[in-house]
C-alpha cells in the first residue's frame, strides 16, 4: 500500500483511546497539582508533588490500596501492574512515610502493606482533591455531559475486553 502524502491521518491524534488518555493524564496532574497545596499533606508530600517527584503511579497505590491492608501480589493485580513494579513503587512510598509492611497474621512468609497515619493523610487529600477536579471537569463541559461521560466510561470500563 502506497502512502500518499495527501491522506487524512488526523484519525490518529483524535480517536477515542488518546482523547481517553490526554483527558486521564490532564486529570491525574490536576490532582496532584491540587494535593501539593492541600494543607493537610505533609509538606515533604507536598513538595515532592509541587516537584512532579509524585507521578501518575504513585497514585496506583492510593487508588488500589485497600484500608485494612493488601499483600503486594493483589496491590499489583488490582492495580494492574507486575509485583516488581509495585514491590518499588511500594518501597518508595515506604521510604516517603505513606505505607508501612507488616507480617501477615495469615500467612509468616507474606507482607500486607497498609497505609500510616500520613498515608491516610495523604488519602484524604487524594479524595478531596479528586472532588475538585471532578467539579473543575463539570464546570468546563456542563453537568449534562459530564453524567453522560461518566456513566459512559463506567459501563465501557466493567465490559469485558476481547
Do not use: N
Not at 516537584?51 to 503511579?57: C, E, I
Not at 512515610?97 to 495523604?122: C, I, K, Q, S
Amino acid at each position: 500500500m502506497i502512502i500518499s502524502e495527501h491522506q487524512d491521518d488526523r484519525w490518529r491524534q483524535t480517536h477515542l483511546g488518546r482523547l481517553l488518555g490526554h483527558a486521564m493524564r490532564r486529570f491525574d496532574a490536576r490532582v496532584l497539582q491540587l494535593m501539593a497545596r492541600d494543607v493537610g499533606v505533609p509538606l515533604a508530600l507536598s513538595h515532592l508533588a509541587a516537584r512532579d517527584k509524585v507521578g501518575a503511579a504513585h497514585v496506583h497505590i492510593t487508588r488500589h490500596l485497600s484500608l485494612a491492608g493488601d499483600r503486594l501480589t493483589d496491590l499489583a493485580e488490582r492495580a494492574g501492574m507486575s509485583k516488581q513494579a509495585m514491590a518499588d513503587l511500594v518501597a518508595q512510598c515506604e521510604a516517603w512515610g505513606l505505607v508501612t509492611r507488616e507480617a501477615d497474621p495469615h500467612d509468616a512468609r507474606a507482607r500486607t502493606v497498609r497505609f500510616t497515619a500520613t498515608g491516610l493523610a495523604w488519602l484524604e487529600a487524594f479524595r478531596t482533591s479528586v472532588a475538585q477536579a471532578e467539579a473543575e471537569f463539570r464546570a468546563e463541559v456542563g453537568q449534562e455531559i459530564a453524567t453522560v461521560v461518566m456513566l459512559g466510561l463506567e459501563v465501557y470500563g466493567a465490559g469485558a475486553i476481547g
